[in-house]
């Protein structure tokens, strides 16, 4: 049991390495605030043992079965991926006409950070069927599998919590000159192109 839960937690580490939308999300969030950051984290990873828990009852199958049901996912996904980035230039090109240390004024209520984090993951059908095909590979061979399935997607999401928190801790140690007039619209610019490509790219496969 031991050397399945490392080889998991190892796996656990490739997978949030990877850069992807939540990854983007996450860092813009905490070029806000700390506290957006981790509540955008959380949002993230509710919607990873979210997941977990549909792929444990064998709910994602139906997914993966079902043409339409993943299309109209995908289509949903990128929809909300493109309004991500498009929110995200516009804050930058907001940005361009405020004084510095302005927009910091212009609060967003952490409900909104959890929210965004959570349609981000929710809205992934990638992620609903990778979770299928990647937790049951760590189910021990005479283990219950409900009970170990829904157990790896808890230990996953909160390894990820952990995880993205160092990347929200190293923004805000690095917030002094990421938050620098110019930076910060930069890296803004450069989430939301991001996001857009994602998005676009999603909405195009086929």
Same mark, same amino acid.
């Given at each position: 049991?031991?050397?399945?839960?490392?080889?998991?937690?190892?796996?656990?580490?490739?997978?949030?390495?990877?850069?992807? /939308?939540?990854?983007?999300?996450?860092?813009?969030?905490?070029?806000?605030?700390?506290?957006?950051?981790?509540?955008? +984290?959380?949002?993230?990873?509710?919607?990873?043992? %979210?997941?977990?828990?549909?792929?444990?009852?064998?709910?994602?199958?139906?997914?993966?079965?079902?043409?339409?049901?993943?299309? +109209?996912?995908?289509? @949903?996904?990128? @929809?909300?991926? +493109?309004?991500?980035?498009?929110?995200?230039?516009?804050?930058?090109?907001?940005?361009?006409?405020?004084?510095?240390?302005?927009?910091?004024?212009?609060?967003?209520?952490?409900?909104?950070? &959890?929210?965004?984090?959570?349609?981000?993951?929710?809205?992934?059908?990638?992620?609903?069927?990778?979770?299928?095909?990647?937790?049951?590979?760590? %189910?021990?061979?005479?283990? /219950?599998?409900?009970?170990?399935?829904?157990?790896?997607?808890?230990?996953?999401?909160?390894?990820?919590?952990?995880? &993205?928190?160092? &990347?929200?801790?190293?923004?805000? #140690?690095?917030?002094?000159?990421?938050?620098?007039?110019?930076?910060?619209? #930069?890296?803004?610019?450069?989430?939301?192109? %991001?996001?857009?490509?994602?998005?676009?790219?999603?909405?195009?496969?086929?």
């Amino acid at each position: 049991m031991l050397s399945t839960l490392l080889a998991f937690l190892g796996a656990c580490t490739l997978i949030a390495a990877s850069p992807g /939308p939540s990854t983007v999300l996450i860092i813009k969030e905490s070029l806000r605030s700390r506290r957006s950051g981790f509540l955008t +984290v959380l949002g993230n990873e509710t919607g990873v043992f %979210v997941w977990g828990l549909v792929a444990a009852f064998g709910l994602t199958a139906l997914l993966a079965a079902s043409e339409l049901a993943y299309d +109209v996912m995908r289509i @949903v996904g990128a @929809v909300v991926l +493109v309004v991500f980035g498009v929110q995200t230039l516009w804050q930058a090109r907001r940005a361009d006409g405020q004084p510095e240390g302005m927009d910091e004024a212009v609060g967003k209520s952490g409900w909104a950070s &959890y929210r965004g984090g959570l349609l981000l993951n929710l809205a992934n059908p990638k992620a609903a069927i990778f979770a299928m095909s990647f937790l049951p590979q760590f %189910v021990p061979e005479g283990a /219950p599998h409900l009970p170990t399935m829904v157990g790896l997607a808890a230990l996953w999401a909160v390894f990820e919590i952990g995880y &993205y928190g160092l &990347y929200v801790w190293f923004v805000g #140690r690095m917030k002094a000159v990421l938050s620098r007039a110019g930076v910060r619209r #930069r890296l803004e610019q450069v989430s939301g192109g %991001v996001l857009l490509l994602l998005g676009a790219r999603l909405a195009l496969e086929s």
